[in-house]
């Protein structure tokens, strides 16, 4: 199937603050290092990874809320990064996002009509009462009733408020949602009903989401692909039933270690890393995560490894699966 959304080469440099007295550069922290992705219509593509190891920030540059350094962006063919102004406003239309705080996330000032209409409003679409109707309808699909309209954020529980942000990033019939950790901030017995509602409209209408989070209980659930994030860098992409099934890189032996395995009464063997993530201002040579590995050899320490497609579709890097120039 042809991608929706095909990003190559990301990176995103934020600056560390000024040069101390003995440095010629300003530092800068290396949040995005070279990131490919792709996503599908109606495929999740889920990112995992500690905090810190660049998945939100690859969101928000595949929507431009951040500007990228480097890298092409194209959504349905187009290069997101060369489109005029007004052509990138267009196609900004079938491009949303649904944040983790459903809470912060929406202006307690406003009524729910006025936040859900709010994408409408921006872009020109239909009269008042067109919109009101729209707003009516989201409400609706996403298990509220239109009279909550009239009502202000405050006077919902979290899993209504996310409701509400929803129903926002429907309303302009987007093709693509970038979930950025969406029910993290919801209670546990919550947090199925937002998913099973996510996973209905994806149905429904081909959405495809890019769904950022850390939990991976949750990305077995929603994803089809998962692309492991450590330090800036994707180090394992494999169909989520494969990388569950055997993950290749140790990096992702070790995040999936920690999940249980549903049906299984036998325990998994706990592979616990040493050491904190390095600095994203000064990531270890060659392999990133050659600090915390236990297979690391002085090879790692040398040669950054690839992303190289192996076995069953995959993308792994790491030496000791795609050895040093196998490609
Ligand atoms: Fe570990 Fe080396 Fe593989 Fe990196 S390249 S994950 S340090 S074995």
Redesign the pocket.
């Known amino acids: 199937m042809s991608a929706l959304l095909q990003a190559t080469g990301l990176v995103k440099h934020f600056p560390a603050g000024k040069p101390g007295l003995f440095e010629r550069a300003p530092q800068v922290v290396r949040a995005v290092d070279g990131v490919d992705l792709s996503v599908a219509p109606g495929e999740t593509l889920a990112l995992v990874g500690e905090s810190g190891c660049g998945k939100s920030t690859t969101g928000r540059l595949i929507l431009r809320l951040i500007e990228p350094d480097a890298g092409t962006i194209l959504f349905q063919g187009r290069d997101l990064r060369r489109e005029p102004p007004a052509r990138l406003r267009e196609l900004r239309r079938d491009m949303q996002i649904i944040f983790q705080d459903p809470f912060g996330s929406l202006d307690p000032r406003m009524t729910v009509g006025r936040i859900v209409a709010e994408p409408l409003v921006v872009h020109g679409v239909g009269t008042t009462a067109e919109r009101a109707r729209r707003v009516a309808q989201l409400l609706e699909r996403v298990g509220l009733a239109p009279a909550h309209a009239a009502r202000h954020p405050h006077e919902f529980s979290g899993g209504q408020r996310q409701r509400i942000g929803i129903a926002r990033a429907l309303a302009l019939d987007p093709k693509l949602i970038v979930c950025d950790e969406p029910v993290s901030a919801l209670d546990v017995s919550i947090q199925a009903q937002v998913l099973n509602l996510m996973l209905d409209l994806q149905r429904e209408r081909g959405l495809g989401y890019i769904f950022i989070s850390h939990n991976l209980a949750v990305v077995r659930y929603m994803a089809n692909r998962i692309a492991v994030m450590y330090l800036g860098k994707i180090v394992e992409e494999a169909a989520r039933d494969d990388l569950f099934a055997a993950p290749q ?3 992702t032996k070790a995040l999936l270690s920690a999940v249980p395995e549903p049906g299984s009464a036998r325990a998994k063997q706990r592979i616990v890393l040493t050491g904190d993530v390095p600095s994203a201002i000064d990531p270890p040579s060659g ?1 990133r ?2 600090t915390r ?1 236990p ?3 002085e090879t ?1 320490a040398r040669l950054e ?1 690839a992303l190289t497609p192996v076995a069953d579709g995959r993308n792994v890097a ?3 699966v795609t050895p040093p120039g196998h490609a």
């Open positions: 890189h140790p990096y392999c995560f050659r590995c297979h690391a050899t790692c490894p790491c030496h000791l």
